[in-house]
């Protein structure tokens, strides 16, 4: 009787624990923070506010951050955490290379609004583009996807025809990956999320640049080099950052001199 009481305790635990995933998945996925819309961003080069109207009445903020003579826009999807406030300093690295950046907010966070799931997500990353189309050939417009966000520069990467896409410490599969480092849970039926890289990148027909670090631990290189195997092999360089982890790649020679030959 004693271990039918412990076994039925364990049950209940867990399934708690499971129902409590669920319910919270969204503030484990999206750790961002949003900002009072008269919030005002300090970013050190010239820069506007850009507002998109999406098809279910929500509203998509981004910034788009000018270099002093533009040979074309980086589009950048940043990671799961903060908001511009943090990637906006971050993305403005890129303008030494004379490109122009976008960075938009996901909803929920910074100045951007609406309910949240995968596939408003990829309409939102395509109507950022299409925006962006409007001011740029898309010959000169580059999709640059940062750790959450390269699932959404993927997939868009292999329904339009950028310039290239570039990929800093991506993931293959989002729902897999966290079903392998989490397999005590059922995570494949509770998680809303797939970004499944790996069925969209060998659609892509642009240069693919990926850059990972050996230490990374938030999502290991592992995953990176998965994704590169379900790419077109004519079309992908990677660059393995040693000792590069998930937030400083931007910190080693390797992903600097590897940056002044994807960017010129």
Same mark, same amino acid.
């Given at each position: ?69 533009? #040979? ?86 292999? #329904? #339009? ?104």
């Amino acid at each position: 009787m004693k271990v039918i009481k412990v076994g039925l305790y364990v049950f209940l635990a867990y399934s708690l624990l499971i129902i409590g995933l669920y319910f919270i998945q969204e503030k484990i996925i999206f750790q961002g923070s949003s900002l009072p819309d008269d919030f005002k961003f300090k970013i050190d080069k010239p820069f506007e506010e850009v507002y998109l109207n999406t098809s279910d009445s929500s509203r998509i903020h981004g910034v788009l951050i000018r270099s002093d003579s533009s #040979v074309g826009c980086i589009l950048y999807f940043h990671g799961n955490r903060g908001n511009i406030v943090r990637w906006g300093n971050l993305a403005e690295y890129f303008t030494q290379y004379n490109y122009d950046v976008f960075v938009m907010d996901y909803r929920g966070y910074g100045k951007s609004k609406g309910d949240r799931t995968e596939e408003l997500l990829h309409l939102d990353a395509k109507l950022a583009y299409d925006y962006l189309l409007k001011r740029y050939n898309s010959k000169n417009i580059i999709l640059y996807g940062r750790s959450l966000g390269t699932g959404l520069a993927t997939r868009l990467a292999s #329904v #339009v025809r950028p310039k290239s896409l570039i990929l800093e410490t991506p993931y293959h599969n989002f729902r897999d990956m966290m079903n392998e480092r989490f397999m005590i849970l059922p995570i494949k039926k509770l998680i809303k999320y797939s970004f499944s890289s790996n069925e969209y990148i060998s659609d892509v027909e642009c240069p693919i640049y990926i850059f990972h670090g050996t230490n990374d631990h938030v999502i290991p290189i592992a995953y990176g080099l998965r994704l590169a195997e379900s790419a077109n092999t004519e079309l992908i360089r990677f660059f393995t950052i040693k000792s590069g982890e998930h937030n400083n790649l931007n910190e080693f020679t390797g992903y600097n001199d590897a940056m002044v030959q994807v960017l010129n």
